[in-house]
């Protein structure tokens, strides 16, 4: 996935921005609304890690000028303010998931995959695609109950098809999802961690359609 973490210390925001790297998704990391309201505009997000007390702003109205846009991206709160009538404003206003602070990185790594899950259709964490069984929880990944090692990189690629299995990805797509403003793209990139993929998974798990770029089997 790409996340958009909005977050104002710089000390959480890089432990967070580290750990969501770890799990196989690109982060942009803004500490300010403006800069919040500038990166949605210039991308397609996946999923939100919102602040509520930023700079210059509250994160609670950012939220919904999204939800009154009509803008159905995923939004996990990550905020101090732990009262009750906090996290039902929260809720209310649309976020899909509300973290208090402090908060251990583990469990919002298990709470972003929950809400990408729900999201992507997929709240059963097992998928199985011929000899193939995909945990998207555990971000594991056996092929005839073999166990196959994946690279971030890798992981990220299979984890947009298999959000959108009936979807084709173009290449311009899939570099989005894999890397953030400021990574530098090699032109060939995407060929080469397809390659690796297919090399571990199976030639005939992701499609070429010429012309336009890649598609996932369908599962059985």
Not at 91 to 102: E, I
Not at 119 to 125: E, L
Not at 138 to 154: D, F, K, Q
Request: aromatic fraction near 6%.
């Amino acid at each position: 996935m790409r996340v958009l973490l909005v977050e104002d210390d710089n000390l959480l925001g890089q432990a967070v921005k580290e750990q969501i790297t770890r799990d196989g998704h690109s982060t942009d990391h803004v500490t300010t609304l403006r800069d919040a309201r500038r990166y949605f505009e210039a991308a397609n997000y996946d999923l939100i890690l919102l602040d509520l007390l930023l700079p210059d702003g509250k994160g609670i109205g950012f939220l919904r000028e999204l939800r009154g846009s009509r803008s159905s991206v995923p939004v996990v709160i990550l905020t101090a303010l732990d009262q009750i009538a906090d996290r039902i404003t929260g809720l209310n206003a649309g976020a899909d998931d509300y973290l208090v602070k402090p908060f251990d990185l583990s469990e919002l790594s298990a709470r972003v995959n929950a809400v990408a899950r729900r999201y992507a259709g997929n709240p059963n964490p097992l998928l199985t695609f011929g000899d193939i069984e995909i945990d998207l929880a555990a971000h594991g990944v056996t092929r005839a109950g073999r166990h196959i090692s994946l690279t971030a990189s890798e992981w990220a690629l299979l984890e947009a098809f298999v959000q959108r299995p009936n979807a084709i990805l173009s290449k311009a797509q899939l570099e989005e999802r894999l890397y953030s403003f400021n990574d530098e793209i090699g032109s060939n990139t995407i060929e080469v961690h397809m390659s690796r993929l297919r090399k571990k998974l199976g030639a005939d798990l992701i499609e070429t359609v010429r012309g336009l770029g890649y598609k996932l089997r369908q599962s059985r």
